[in-house]
């Protein structure tokens, strides 16, 4: 043995017996592991290398000279597989066996409430990640305590070009702290939770709680606030307006995002605005969009005359525009229980105003524009706010910023009017120009949208630049599993390199 080598030895061993010593004899001097240590510790060390599209996770086990006594690979892979129009995850192991809590959590209640393909398709890749680490360690899903659930975070940062952003890992945290809350599987680790407020704060009565292993994002950072609700945020809205009894804003958001309706044509629509029209044999709900002399401005409809006086009830403009004009009716077409929750609806809220705030109620009065067929004694409005009043564009503004807030949407702060309803419009027409297969075309989604000219349905048809990145990065990772020829000239001059 050299020289050198036999002084590396020695000064190995004095570091030993001196942390023993100093163990022993001044116990209190010992620092404590900090909370987020990298974990590549000299005995194990954590790496994940990517192989094409797919990751790798390895493990390796050293001695204290460096060596290594044992290398461990994880092949866990996440399948995308499509049974009757349904799109499936699968997670594999190398021996090809699956993973049940994966598929329970996937495919089964996911599906079950909806979820988009790619919030499955995130929570997937989280999973994958969950499960990879526990293979890797020998550590059981269902038995994580804290230290190992530090360990797991250290593991989701990685190191060098594979390093995910703080807000990547606590959004895998976030999904990963739901499967357990779905499947009941128990982690306190993951659930404690602190606030972030000063003493001064909470002595005002101020609440603001952070999860514990959770890591500190930039508090000035501001998220890009979305031009239009995709269908996870509008299930997410309606999900959580579920949660609080607020079925007004359950319909109002669902009119909205599924028909593409106005915020002034929701809030304008009573009862003598729900009509049933005969259109192929079968008995069709249909809302009529028109304006009223007892119309707020903020129920007004765009582009529909206002009367300045009764008489302009029966003037043959304003007839011509509500009854033979397609584009003042909103045909409630689509598969479901809606049609029935509506009208249980407009039934439930009447009959609670009328018992619960006679006097308020009064105040949701509306003018009757064609007697020859409304049948009812008086008319009213359908939305009405908590105290059996007419719904205010302002009240219910409030009310989705509080849901925006819940459920972690960004919007624009620093506006006074950020117009957060008429973003579920814009996810109508994006569902319908981008989203459906085949896509609507411009002129059946002009009606649709109750568009004047075609031009302004056609911006829905251009791409944005998220849209475009998306678009290309699919259709050159496409390019690239088609063509094995071309997959092999790059693997020889990687081998080669």
């Given at each position: 043995?050299?020289?050198?080598?036999?002084?590396?030895?020695?000064?190995?061993?004095?570091?030993?017996?001196?942390?023993?010593?100093?163990?022993?004899?001044?116990?209190?001097?010992?620092?404590?592991?900090?909370?987020?240590?990298?974990?590549?510790?000299?005995?194990?060390?954590?790496?994940?290398?990517?192989?094409?599209?797919?990751?790798?996770?390895?493990?390796?086990?050293?001695?204290?000279?460096?060596?290594?006594?044992?290398?461990?690979?994880?092949?866990?892979?996440?399948?995308?597989?499509?049974?009757?129009?349904?799109?499936?995850?699968?997670?594999?192991?190398?021996?090809?066996?699956?993973?049940?809590?994966?598929?329970?959590?996937?495919?089964?209640?996911?599906?079950?409430?909806?979820?988009?393909?790619?919030?499955?398709?995130?929570?997937?890749?989280?999973?994958?990640?969950?499960?990879?680490?526990?293979?890797?360690?020998?550590?059981?899903?269902?038995?994580?305590?804290?230290?190992?659930?530090?360990?797991?975070?250290?593991?989701?940062?990685?190191?060098?070009?594979?390093?995910?952003?703080?807000?990547?890992?606590?959004?895998?945290?976030?999904?990963?702290?739901?499967?357990?809350?779905?499947?009941?599987?128990?982690?306190?680790?993951?659930?404690?939770?602190?606030?972030?407020?000063?003493?001064?704060?909470?002595?005002?009565?101020?609440?603001t709680m952070a999860y514990d292993v959770n890591l500190p994002t930039d508090?000035?950072?501001?998220?890009?606030?979305?031009?239009?609700?995709?269908?996870?945020?509008?299930?997410?809205?309606?999900?959580?307006?579920?949660?609080?009894?607020?079925?007004?804003?359950?319909?109002?958001?669902?009119?909205?995002?599924?028909?593409?309706?106005?915020?002034?044509?929701c809030l304008g629509l009573t009862e003598e605005d729900i009509v049933v029209?005969?259109?192929?044999?079968?008995?069709?709900?249909?809302?009529?969009?028109?304006?009223?002399?007892?119309?707020?401005?903020?129920?007004?409809?765009?582009?529909?005359?206002?009367?300045?006086?009764?008489?302009?009830?029966?003037?043959?403009?304003?007839?011509?525009?509500?009854?033979?004009?397609?584009?003042?009716?909103?045909?409630?077409?689509?598969?479901?229980?809606?049609?029935?929750?509506?009208?249980?609806?407009?039934?439930?809220?009447?009959?609670?105003?009328?018992?619960?705030?006679?006097?308020?109620?009064?105040?949701?009065?509306?003018?009757?524009?064609?007697?020859?067929?409304?049948?009812?004694?008086?008319?009213?409005?359908?939305?009405?706010?908590?105290?059996?009043?007419?719904?205010?564009?302002?009240?219910?503004?409030?009310?989705?910023?509080?849901?925006?807030?819940?459920?972690?949407?960004?919007?624009?702060?620093?506006?006074?009017?950020?117009?957060?309803?008429?973003?579920?419009?814009?996810?109508?027409?994006?569902?319908?120009?981008?989203?459906?297969?085949?896509?609507?075309?411009?002129?059946?989604?002009?009606?649709?949208?109750?568009?004047?000219?075609?031009?302004?349905?056609?911006?829905?048809?251009?791409?944005?630049?998220?849209?475009?990145?998306?678009?290309?990065?699919?259709?050159?990772?496409?390019?690239?599993?088609?063509?094995?020829?071309?997959?092999?000239?790059?693997?020889?001059?990687?081998?080669?390199?």
């Amino acid at each position: 043995m050299s020289r050198k080598n036999v002084l590396s030895a020695a000064m190995t061993a004095f570091s030993h017996i001196l942390c023993i010593l100093t163990w022993l004899f001044f116990p209190g001097q010992i620092e404590q592991e900090p909370r987020y240590v990298k974990y590549t510790s000299q005995m194990i060390t954590l790496q994940q290398k990517k192989i094409g599209h797919h990751y790798l996770y390895v493990r390796i086990d050293t001695d204290a000279y460096g060596h290594e006594v044992l290398v461990r690979e994880c092949d866990l892979r996440v399948l995308q597989t499509k049974i009757d129009r349904q799109i499936f995850f699968i997670l594999l192991d190398g021996n090809g066996a699956t993973n049940l809590r994966f598929h329970q959590y996937v495919n089964l209640w996911m599906i079950e409430n909806r979820r988009g393909v790619n919030s499955r398709r995130k929570a997937a890749s989280a999973l994958c990640k969950l499960f990879s680490f526990c293979a890797l360690m020998d550590y059981e899903v269902n038995a994580l305590d804290a230290t190992e659930i530090n360990q797991f975070v250290t593991f989701l940062v990685g190191e060098g070009r594979l390093q995910c952003s703080n807000e990547t890992v606590n959004s895998y945290l976030s999904i990963i702290r739901h499967f357990f809350k779905t499947l009941e599987i128990r982690c306190d680790a993951i659930f404690n939770q602190h606030n972030t407020l000063s003493n001064n704060a909470l002595a005002s009565g101020f609440q603001t709680m952070a999860y514990d292993v959770n890591l500190p994002t930039d508090p000035h950072k501001r998220e890009k606030a979305p031009k239009y609700i995709s269908l996870d945020y509008y299930i997410r809205l309606i999900e959580i307006a579920q949660s609080k009894g607020d079925w007004t804003g359950v319909m109002l958001m669902h009119l909205m995002f599924r028909y593409g309706m106005r915020l002034g044509e929701c809030l304008g629509l009573t009862e003598e605005d729900i009509v049933v029209y005969k259109i192929k044999g079968q008995d069709v709900w249909t809302l009529i969009v028109r304006n009223r002399l007892s119309d707020e401005p903020w129920q007004h409809a765009k582009r529909k005359l206002i009367p300045l006086k009764e008489v302009d009830y029966d003037a043959k403009p304003y007839i011509d525009q509500w009854r033979d004009d397609d584009y003042a009716h909103y045909y409630l077409t689509e598969s479901g229980d809606f049609v029935e929750a509506f009208k249980r609806f407009v039934r439930i809220s009447k009959e609670t105003a009328e018992r619960n705030y006679p006097e308020n109620y009064k105040s949701c009065e509306a003018d009757i524009v064609y007697p020859q067929t409304f049948r009812g004694e008086k008319n009213r409005y359908i939305f009405q706010n908590r105290l059996g009043k007419r719904l205010s564009a302002q009240v219910w503004g409030k009310r989705l910023k509080e849901y925006f807030v819940e459920a972690r949407i960004p919007f624009d702060v620093d506006k006074k009017d950020s117009n957060l309803s008429h973003r579920f419009r814009h996810g109508f027409a994006m569902m319908h120009a981008r989203y459906m297969d085949p896509p609507t075309p411009p002129h059946e989604l002009q009606k649709m949208m109750h568009h004047r000219h075609l031009s302004s349905t056609l911006i829905y048809y251009n791409p944005t630049l998220e849209d475009e990145f998306d678009y290309k990065t699919k259709l050159q990772n496409q390019l690239f599993d088609n063509n094995p020829r071309l997959r092999s000239i790059l693997a020889d001059f990687f081998k080669n390199e």
